[in-house]
């Protein structure tokens, strides 16, 4: 080791003597233009301040499926989730037994009654909530999944699980999966997802929906099927006074009001539509409708040369009608 010694112009004081440090201490300093630590402490230690902002994307996300019209089962099984998921991570922080987040879920009910919208929201509050990594949604339903000769639909199905791995696969019209019995390739995508759910279930949410009766019997194809899915969660048909405010709300979005006479006929043909419709119950034919006013009032307004601002924002009755929808 060497020692280097410096004599002062002043003789009077006595030589500065340096020696290099220890070579297990040098390398442990931090070099003077390195930031200490920010990015490294966050990866395995989250400061307080992320931990904040996660808590607010994570009440944002909440509030958020607050506002939906109506879904009053669904909301309360969300934030149910959302209770069981935190607690176990603080139980597993605690060094106590902790359930397996096994999060794999059915969606029941009939189309238009939110299923793929509360879908992208689990996906992002699980990604928010430390879950899954993207928290992404990859939709898909049996053509994305079933081919066409032995091997092509292990080889499609394994292709939508790749997209979806760190976030949801979502599999609408899942029962369509076992309609063919035992020779259709379906069987053949339901075996790939099932060897999937367990080789990725740290990193993956399977959700598969469909209607309520054709989901029991779907899962009852297979044995193992319904107990991978803990979770199941009903989606009812909207009342009449949701899809009311559900037209409403669609009609304030776009810049429009209904009159009080106009509110009136949307009751009406709403009324008219869950006496007759099979599937009337859902924010779908909502949307139709209300897309159908906006162009009837759109050619109402055309036949005049000017319009004011309350007319084009005003929906009158002449505008509502249910022919052709």
Do not use: W
């Amino acid at each position: 080791m060497t020692i280097r010694v410096t004599f002062r112009p002043d003789k009077l004081q006595p030589p500065v003597i340096q020696s290099p440090l220890p070579r297990e201490t040098a390398q442990n300093l931090t070099p003077v233009n390195e930031p200490v630590g920010i990015g490294k402490v966050r990866k395995n230690n989250p400061s307080s301040l992320e931990k904040e902002k996660d808590k607010d994307k994570v009440a944002e996300i909440l509030d958020e499926l607050e506002a939906f019209i109506g879904l009053v089962t669904v909301k309360r099984l969300i934030r149910e989730l959302q209770a069981y998921v935190e607690i176990q991570k603080r139980r597993t922080r605690e060094k106590l037994i902790a359930e397996p987040l096994v999060l794999h879920m059915i969606f029941r009910g009939n189309p238009g009654t939110g299923k793929t919208t509360v879908a992208r929201l689990v996906g992002r509050l699980f990604k928010e909530m430390g879950v899954l990594q993207k928290g992404h949604v990859i939709e898909c339903e049996r053509a994305d999944l079933v081919g066409e000769y032995i091997g092509h639909t292990a080889q499609k199905t394994r292709e939508q699980l790749k997209k979806a791995l760190g976030g949801v696969l979502f599999i609408d019209e899942a029962y369509s999966l076992a309609r063919g019995g035992e020779k259709d390739f379906g069987k053949e995508a339901i075996d790939a997802l099932v060897k999937a759910m367990e080789d990725n279930k740290d990193n993956l949410v399977l959700i598969l929906a469909g209607y309520r009766q054709e989901m029991e019997f779907f899962l009852q194809s297979n044995p193992g099927l319904r107990s991978r899915f803990p979770i199941h969660i009903d989606f009812p048909d909207y009342t009449l006074d949701e899809l009311l405010a559900i037209g409403k709300s669609m009609l304030k979005s776009r810049q429009y009001e209904l009159s009080p006479e106009g509110s009136d006929t949307l009751r009406f043909h709403l009324l008219s539509l869950i006496n007759t419709h099979p599937y009337a119950g859902n924010a779908r034919l909502v949307r139709n409708l209300v897309e159908k006013t906006v162009r009837k009032q759109a050619v109402r307004l055309f036949q005049k040369p000017s319009s004011s601002r309350e007319e084009l924002i005003q929906i009158l009755p002449v505008d509502i009608t249910l022919e052709d929808l």
